[in-house]
């Protein structure tokens, strides 16, 4: 076997193995996963505990940890029925596995301990609530807790999770997944990056090694790093302020960082990179009364909402959105939704593509009648129009996925800005295809030229390519493709697809841009 095939088989195995391991995140909430995550690690350290392998007692571990999540779980009913907003249960969940995976375990003797747990929980769980201006979260639940109980009381997080050899590997495959879910391995290279930066720098030449150990395998670095960096409603948004917010973690939480004779703790640097994040992310959070719903294909509707004041966004962002479901499944109450609706648009539009057997979050979205209440918040995303109204542009989209094609092409025309664009959009069925009077208009003002791909056509009527978007019709449709920047929106095994197929036509990699859903039924 040459080099060449030995190189091209472990290309096909990595991407076989990653493909496997997408399919299967891609059917859980990034929140599940978490929840998974942390609660797994939770759950070995108290096996490993009864074999001396941890050093943590089992039995405190246990005792601290329905402290904990006791605590958190009553502090945010109370806040949640207060303040009568949705309670998000899976949030709560995390923050508690989270902080009892940082304090040391205690028992029920250790009364100043005790007291260390119930505080860091309270504040927690209140920083959700109360410490939002304009209903927006500032601090790391987390981080704000643990400060808490440290200042207050003086009964600081001992980060015992990130410290222990023995977690290692389990702490690190399991965040990996965490990343790779969310898709922020840049966010954790600055953050990692910017912690080795500043203890290099800081350290003698010979002390180097022993740093090093310190840093990977002694230290919170790597579980801070997956379980709370990743953590989305305080982290900032867009692709410089994420690598800037990770840096600013990742250099004061580096063990040599101070400022003078005052060395701040991993929580404190995660509150001081939530304040850059705060700064450099849009505020708010808005109540959307839904006004009607628009079927626009087979299985496909708009949801219309009335947002309580003017959103600022761009056509391609998207929005995370929450529902009070009763009885929420593994896919939790929460998603990220691309906002179909163009900004000069009064009425804010949320495309749903619902399936045969629904997840509990999509079945209390169907139910929702004219006049019920969405709460939302965290407008964000780099999927958006070039500055560069000459730049000649490539829309692919894959059913659902065409939403944010119909607002930037709303927003074109809705502005009269002619632009050089060409949209392949690919169905099963020709009942699949959404939007098509507003392509048909863009045609007529702006010049928008699409191609509709069907797998199974069942009648005629459109100009349609019968089969699937592959490399053959990008060339005969776009034969100018080494002039255009090509968009890629649908779900993640398709816009995969896509992407091998233009950089198989030796598209660069920097004129392709993709934005993908994980089909959350």
Same mark, same amino acid.
């Given at each position: 076997?040459t080099?060449?095939?030995?190189?091209?088989?472990?290309?096909e195995?990595?991407f076989?193995? *990653?493909?496997m391991?997408?399919?299967?995140?891609?059917?859980?909430?990034?929140?599940?996963?978490?929840?998974?995550?942390t609660?797994g690690?939770l759950l070995?350290a108290?096996?490993l505990?009864?074999?001396?392998?941890?050093?943590?007692?089992?039995?405190?571990?246990?005792?601290?940890? =329905?402290?904990?999540?006791?605590?958190? @779980?009553?502090?945010?009913? +109370?806040?949640a029925?207060?303040?009568?907003?949705?309670?998000n249960?899976?949030?709560?969940?995390?923050?508690? !596995?989270?902080?009892?995976?940082? %304090?040391?375990?205690v028992?029920?003797k250790?009364g100043?301990?005790?007291?260390?747990?119930?505080?860091?929980?309270?504040?927690?769980?209140?920083? $959700? %609530?109360?410490?939002a201006?304009g209903?927006?979260?500032i601090?790391?639940?987390?981080?704000?807790?643990?400060?808490?109980?440290?200042? !207050?009381?003086?009964?600081?997080?001992?980060? @015992?999770?990130?410290?222990?050899a023995? /977690?290692?590997?389990?702490?690190?495959?399991g965040? /990996?997944?965490?990343v790779? &879910?969310?898709?922020?391995?840049?966010?954790?290279?600055?953050y +990692?990056?910017?912690?080795?930066?500043?203890?290099?720098?800081?350290?003698? !030449?010979?002390?180097?090694?022993?740093?090093?150990?310190?840093?990977?395998?002694?230290?919170?670095?790597? %579980?801070?790093?997956?379980?709370?960096?990743?953590?989305?409603? *305080?982290?900032?948004?867009?692709?410089?302020?994420?690598?800037?917010?990770?840096?600013?973690?990742?250099?004061?939480?580096?063990?040599?960082?101070?400022?003078?004779?005052?060395?701040? *703790?991993?929580?404190?640097?995660?509150?001081?990179?939530?304040?850059?994040?705060?700064?450099?992310t849009? &505020?708010?959070?808005?109540?959307l009364?839904?006004?009607?719903?628009e079927?626009?294909?087979?299985?496909?509707?708009?949801?219309?909402?009335?947002?309580?004041?003017?959103?600022?966004f761009?056509?391609?962002?998207y929005?995370? @959105?929450?529902?009070?479901?009763?009885?929420?499944?593994?896919?939790?109450?929460?998603?990220?939704?691309?906002?179909?609706?163009?900004?000069?648009?009064k009425?804010?539009?949320l495309? +749903?593509?619902?399936?045969p057997?629904?997840?509990?979050? &999509?079945?209390?979205l169907?139910? /929702?009648?004219?006049?019920?209440?969405?709460?939302?918040?965290?407008?964000?995303?780099h999927?958006? /129009?070039?500055?560069?109204?000459?730049? $000649?542009?490539?829309?692919?989209?894959?059913?659902?996925?065409?939403?944010p094609?119909?607002?930037? =092409?709303?927003?074109?025309?809705?502005?009269?800005?002619?632009?050089?664009? +060409?949209?392949?959009?690919?169905?099963?069925?020709?009942?699949?295809?959404?939007y098509?009077?507003?392509?048909? #208009?863009?045609?007529?003002?702006?010049?928008l030229? *699409?191609?509709?791909?069907?797998? #199974?056509?069942e #009648?005629?009527?459109?100009?349609?390519?019968k089969?699937?978007?592959?490399?053959? !019709?990008?060339?005969?449709e776009?034969?100018?493709?080494?002039?255009?920047?090509f968009y890629?929106?649908?779900?993640?095994?398709m816009?995969?697809?896509?992407?091998r197929?233009?950089?198989?036509?030796?598209?660069?990699?920097?004129?392709? $841009?993709t934005d993908?859903?994980p089909?959350?039924?």
């Amino acid at each position: 076997m040459t080099d060449s095939v030995r190189a091209a088989t472990k290309r096909e195995t990595n991407f076989a193995i *990653t493909r496997m391991a997408d399919a299967v995140l891609n059917h859980i909430t990034m929140y599940r996963l978490v929840l998974a995550y942390t609660g797994g690690l939770l759950l070995l350290a108290f096996l490993l505990g009864f074999a001396h392998l941890v050093p943590v007692d089992p039995t405190a571990l246990a005792f601290s940890a =329905v402290v904990i999540l006791g605590t958190c @779980w009553l502090s945010n009913r +109370v806040f949640a029925a207060v303040l009568r907003v949705p309670a998000n249960m899976e949030s709560y969940a995390i923050t508690a !596995l989270i902080l009892t995976l940082l %304090f040391a375990p205690v028992t029920a003797k250790n009364g100043a301990g005790v007291a260390g747990l119930v505080v860091a929980s309270v504040v927690a769980i209140a920083s $959700k %609530f109360l410490i939002a201006p304009g209903r927006k979260h500032i601090f790391n639940p987390v981080a704000a807790g643990a400060t808490a109980a440290a200042l !207050l009381l003086g009964q600081p997080a001992t980060w @015992w999770v990130g410290g222990n050899a023995v /977690l290692l590997l389990p702490v690190f495959l399991g965040g /990996l997944l965490v990343v790779r &879910k969310v898709r922020q391995f840049g966010m954790l290279g600055a953050y +990692v990056a910017a912690n080795l930066a500043v203890t290099l720098a800081t350290t003698p !030449l010979a002390m180097m090694p022993m740093a090093l150990n310190q840093t990977f395998l002694s230290s919170p670095l790597l %579980f801070a790093g997956f379980a709370m960096l990743t953590e989305p409603l *305080t982290a900032a948004h867009g692709r410089r302020s994420r690598l800037l917010f990770g840096a600013i973690i990742g250099a004061i939480s580096s063990a040599n960082f101070h400022i003078g004779s005052f060395y701040p *703790t991993p929580e404190m640097a995660f509150l001081a990179g939530n304040l850059f994040a705060w700064a450099a992310t849009p &505020k708010g959070r808005f109540r959307l009364t839904l006004l009607r719903i628009e079927k626009m294909a087979s299985g496909c509707y708009d949801f219309v909402f009335q947002p309580d004041r003017r959103l600022a966004f761009e056509a391609g962002q998207y929005i995370d @959105w929450t529902l009070d479901v009763p009885a929420p499944d593994n896919r939790g109450n929460r998603r990220t939704f691309t906002i179909a609706s163009a900004p000069g648009e009064k009425e804010l539009r949320l495309g +749903v593509k619902f399936h045969p057997e629904p997840s509990a979050f &999509k079945r209390t979205l169907a139910s /929702l009648q004219p006049g019920d209440v969405v709460f939302a918040s965290h407008i964000a995303g780099h999927f958006t /129009l070039p500055r560069d109204p000459a730049a $000649k542009l490539a829309f692919l989209a894959g059913g659902i996925g065409v939403t944010p094609f119909r607002a930037m =092409v709303e927003e074109l025309v809705g502005r009269g800005e002619k632009r050089d664009v +060409v949209l392949l959009y690919g169905n099963n069925r020709l009942s699949d295809i959404a939007y098509a009077e507003l392509f048909q #208009e863009a045609a007529a003002t702006i010049g928008l030229r *699409t191609v509709y791909a069907v797998a #199974e056509p069942e #009648e005629q009527g459109y100009d349609i390519h019968k089969g699937y978007i592959d490399e053959a !019709l990008i060339r005969r449709e776009i034969p100018d493709w080494r002039e255009r920047v090509f968009y890629i929106s649908g779900p993640r095994a398709m816009v995969v697809r896509f992407e091998r197929a233009l950089r198989a036509l030796g598209v660069p990699r920097g004129r392709i $841009k993709t934005d993908f859903f994980p089909g959350f039924a």
